[in-house]
């Protein structure tokens, strides 16, 4: 049915009604004193929802343009990052990082399955001369449903001492429990059409002090994603470029949102539909990607072994407008996944539950007792 | 009176409500075959703005991120640079290029002067081993309100036969004729907050041949504004990273507009703007700050010597709800610019006329008679 669609895909991830209206309201000048009060408040209560009192910035660019600002910022070239790559996003850091210059160190996992902490804690250990400059982390790795142990990783980065750790947390922040400044992150960067309810447009960086030390002497060439200029002028309540002033009304009211809700409940609700999700697809019989231990709080991702992933995408979004994702590059085909980030209630996802049985049994998979799928998830939401 | 305001400033410029109801629609995902088509019209709408076969690629940056690719795709570390300096504008991309590591020579202009081509002719003729590897041009240099005369300078390079010319065509694209197959423009960025009549969110860089080739040994580092990847996905209809999908439905609509209204109409209707400005603030008694023969068809900047420009912005915003811009750096309270970009039609001028007649009169200025300046506004109408 035409505009019925019903998006359960890591991104971009529904939006309310009342921020889709903020959009459509017809933009102020940049530079008026509106606008400052706007970016005034925005700003705080980005600090609030970053659990920091560091600065976070807004770039007009996708997650990929904040992550990167994150990262050439703060390094220079030659300088040795470890990169942490257990999907696409991570390998897209180590690219990032290639691609200027920088001396780039992978640690590896399985698609699937998380990085191992221990062996962060090993390389780092063994950096003696502290040639590591940075450790970069994908928190919740979107192409595979992965969440990798942060904290723990954390932990052998403090202890390191010398290395600043930059974390990509575009589908983790508004989902999960990142507490900037209490873990001391140094560099953590995300993108609007994720946890934050937006459509995609915005990017966001928080940045410590330490970040900021290395910044003052970071060599790679930027200008338009030289976080210097936005700290600055984020000083004056305003930005070096023109910002997507729509995009900042529809950020305003989305943040209000998020908090009227409450931090804890929001980390409640996605940790409840990912434990729901995970119920269900094991009722239905179908393999988990993921495993629990490493589960992500906004995507899981299944691996049908007896019925083709892009044929049950195909029913769910022809007969009942729901967008699931697939896989990327070689799990195309083999996985999809299923979004329950930012703007995702209870309701959206037994609906989404209810389809996928239907569209089983339409594909003719027999591994499962109709309406079990739904049981499973239905015996979480009532413990909870 | 709140959400009365009119905006005649170069940017964000007036929306249309349809563009504006656009931008509320809920988002779809951008790996779905309905943003492909999405994606393959409004390439081929942005191709026929750009009057050009080659490659129009859209960025999620504002107008200096996508004059920042248009630079550092096509260069490598040291090459020399002409930069047209006599703005805000020429300035930020003798910075850029700066902050790249490239040679920047400069040719400078008075702000409010236009640049001397000649100067242009002699130094590119002098360059008997062809150094200079992009001029860098800045069209219409919004913080003036002056236009260069850039068909002039591209012959000049084209004679040279190596430099690229690199052209910031924010303020001029949608606006003015810029026919880049025709003259042979290598490099073309815009941005959408201008004449495209959306909000400030995304970036346009058109791209030719020549400087593709450059492309294929240029050194300078990237990959958010790396042109090449989204080349590639742009031929497939997709994007590298996640675009601002509700800007594309934005985009969509505008464009459309601008077809049914024609390029020609287009550039007419912004010319009887500009000169109908220029006639009233002559009337009005109050010094242009650009000469006639470099007026810039989206701005026009007024340096009044016997009352405030900051007053007089002041009043016109309180009491009549219209915003004009300010000076930026040096001109900082000196001049005062109104826009007539984009969305703008003689009845916004004209009520825009009116109340700058008002504001004056409220200011005790009494350089002109009261009424003078609609009248000659009315007469370029009448005669247009």
Same mark, same amino acid.
């Given at each position: 049915?035409?505009?019925?669609?019903?998006?359960?895909?890591?991104?971009?991830?529904?939006?309310?009604?009342?921020?889709?209206?903020?959009?459509?309201?017809?933009?102020?000048?940049?530079?008026?004193?509106?606008?400052?009060?706007?970016?005034?408040?925005?700003?705080? &209560?980005?600090?609030?929802?970053?659990?920091?009192?560091?600065?976070?910035?807004?770039?007009?660019?996708?997650?990929?343009?904040?992550?990167?600002?994150?990262? *050439?910022?703060?390094?220079?070239?030659?300088?040795?990052?470890?990169?942490?790559? &257990?999907?696409?996003?991570?390998?897209?850091?180590?690219?990032?990082?290639?691609?200027?210059?920088?001396?780039?160190?992978?640690?590896?996992?399985?698609?699937?399955?998380?990085?191992?902490?221990?062996?962060?804690?090993?390389?780092?250990?063994?950096?003696?001369? !502290?040639?590591?400059?940075?450790?970069? *982390?994908?928190?919740?790795?979107?192409?595979?449903?992965?969440?990798?142990?942060?904290?723990?990783? &954390?932990?052998?980065?403090?202890?390191?001492?010398?290395?600043?750790?930059?974390?990509?947390?575009?589908?983790?922040?508004?989902?999960?429990?990142?507490?900037?400044?209490?873990?001391?992150?140094?560099?953590?960067?995300?993108?609007?059409? !994720?946890?934050?309810?937006?459509?995609?447009?915005?990017?966001?960086?928080?940045?410590?002090?330490?970040?900021?030390?290395?910044?003052?002497?970071?060599?790679?060439?930027?200008?338009?994603?030289?976080?210097?200029?936005?700290?600055?002028?984020?000083?004056? &309540?305003?930005?070096?470029?023109?910002?997507?002033?729509?995009?900042?009304?529809?950020?305003?009211?989305?943040?209000?949102?998020?908090?009227?809700?409450?931090?804890?409940?929001?980390?409640?609700?996605?940790?409840?539909?990912?434990?729901?999700?995970?119920?269900?697809?094991?009722?239905?019989?179908?393999?988990?990607?993921?495993?629990?231990?490493?589960?992500?709080?906004? *995507?899981?991702?299944?691996?049908?072994?007896?019925?083709?992933?892009?044929?049950?995408?195909?029913?769910?979004? !022809?007969?009942?407008?729901?967008?699931?994702?697939?896989?990327?590059?070689?799990? !195309?085909?083999? *996985?999809?996944?299923?979004?329950?980030?930012?703007?995702?209630?209870?309701?959206?996802?037994?609906?989404?539950?209810?389809?996928?049985?239907?569209?089983?049994?339409?594909?003719?998979?027999?591994?499962?007792?109709?309406?079990?799928?739904?049981?499973?998830?239905?015996?979480?939401?009532?413990?909870?």
């Amino acid at each position: 049915m035409d505009d019925k669609l019903m998006l359960m895909i890591p991104g971009p991830t529904p939006v309310p009604e009342q921020v889709l209206l903020a959009l459509a309201k017809h933009p102020i000048g940049h530079r008026s004193g509106d606008f400052g009060k706007l970016m005034a408040e925005v700003t705080a &209560n980005l600090k609030w929802l970053h659990q920091t009192q560091n600065d976070v910035l807004i770039l007009a660019a996708s997650g990929t343009g904040a992550m990167e600002a994150g990262i *050439i910022n703060f390094l220079s070239p030659g300088d040795l990052v470890l990169v942490g790559c &257990n999907g696409k996003f991570g390998d897209r850091w180590a690219e990032v990082s290639q691609a200027y210059g920088l001396t780039v160190e992978k640690i590896t996992a399985e698609w699937g399955q998380a990085l191992d902490p221990e062996q962060f804690r090993e390389r780092l250990e063994a950096d003696s001369q !502290k040639q590591i400059k940075a450790v970069i *982390i994908t928190h919740s790795e979107t192409s595979t449903g992965v969440m990798n142990d942060l904290e723990t990783i &954390n932990r052998y980065v403090k202890a390191h001492g010398e290395a600043l750790i930059i974390v990509d947390t575009v589908t983790s922040l508004g989902a999960y429990n990142v507490p900037m400044d209490a873990w001391g992150l140094d560099v953590v960067a995300s993108g609007s059409q !994720k946890g934050y309810m937006l459509p995609p447009g915005l990017g966001f960086v928080a940045v410590g002090p330490k970040a900021w030390e290395a910044y003052a002497t970071a060599k790679l060439p930027r200008f338009y994603l030289d976080l210097g200029k936005y700290r600055k002028d984020a000083a004056k &309540n305003t930005t070096p470029f023109t910002p997507p002033v729509n995009m900042f009304f529809a950020l305003q009211v989305a943040l209000r949102m998020m908090q009227a809700e409450g931090l804890e409940n929001i980390f409640a609700r996605h940790q409840r539909l990912t434990t729901a999700t995970r119920a269900a697809i094991k009722a239905l019989g179908l393999p988990l990607f993921a495993p629990d231990a490493a589960a992500s709080p906004a *995507i899981t991702a299944v691996a049908p072994d007896r019925v083709d992933a892009e044929q049950i995408r195909s029913v769910m979004k !022809k007969r009942y407008d729901i967008a699931l994702a697939g896989g990327q590059d070689h799990l !195309k085909g083999k *996985i999809f996944r299923i979004g329950h980030l930012g703007f995702v209630g209870d309701r959206d996802l037994l609906a989404a539950l209810a389809a996928l049985e239907a569209t089983l049994q339409e594909l003719g998979y027999e591994g499962f007792t109709p309406g079990s799928g739904v049981a499973a998830a239905a015996k979480i939401f009532a413990n909870s």
